[in-house]
């Protein structure tokens, strides 16, 4: 059994590590793609939020007091912005060290996965697999601690998020 799962792991692991070499994805270049997309996809949902209110003839705002679910997810889309702009204008901070790199990344997958940001998902565990490519030495010991103290910020937010939802879903049934 456990030569079976060797076998199937070995598979696996060297069937990613083609397709993230076919696709250039390293870690940089995951991190660069994941702070593009979390500064686009809020974006798109601003443009979908604000051509629904337009065809329904109702403003925004109405919109975000009529429907929590809505409302909590405009929390998310800022948050993801935020944070790809953070990551857009400091990519360097993230790729101190593999550690730090695997943290945030992982906590990235978990948020994520919450608020339901399937594509994100992907590129985080992307990012996790591919963070063997990093050192291992700390370059800058105080931008690992602060990428550490973000990371865990936004998936508290992200958490938080998901909490609420749940909590709508159940109030609904």
């Given at each position: 059994m456990k030569v079976m799962w060797l076998a199937?792991?070995?598979k696996f692991t060297s069937f990613l590590d083609r397709f993230l070499e076919n696709a250039h994805l390293d870690a940089k270049r995951i991190l660069k793609w994941y702070s593009y997309v979390l500064l686009v996809v809020p974006l798109l949902f601003w443009a979908m939020l604000a051509f629904n209110a337009t065809f329904t003839h109702t403003s925004i705002q109405t919109m975000l007091t009529k429907e929590a679910s809505i409302s909590i997810a405009v929390i998310v889309a800022?948050?993801?912005f935020c944070l790809g702009y953070y990551l857009m204008i400091s990519r360097k901070k993230v790729l101190t060290?593999?550690?730090s790199y695997h943290f945030f990344m992982g906590c990235q997958a978990i948020g994520q996965?919450?608020?339901g940001n399937i594509i994100c998902?992907?590129?985080a565990l992307f990012g996790m697999y591919q963070s063997k490519q990093l050192s291992t030495r700390v370059n800058d010991e105080k931008a690992a601690k602060m990428m550490n103290i973000i990371s865990l910020t936004v998936m508290i937010v992200f958490i938080?998020?998901?909490v609420f939802?749940?909590?709508l879903e159940l109030r609904k049934s």
């Open positions: 199937t792991k070995a800022i948050v993801d060290d593999r550690r996965l919450l608020v998902l992907l590129l938080l998020c998901f939802l749940m909590l």
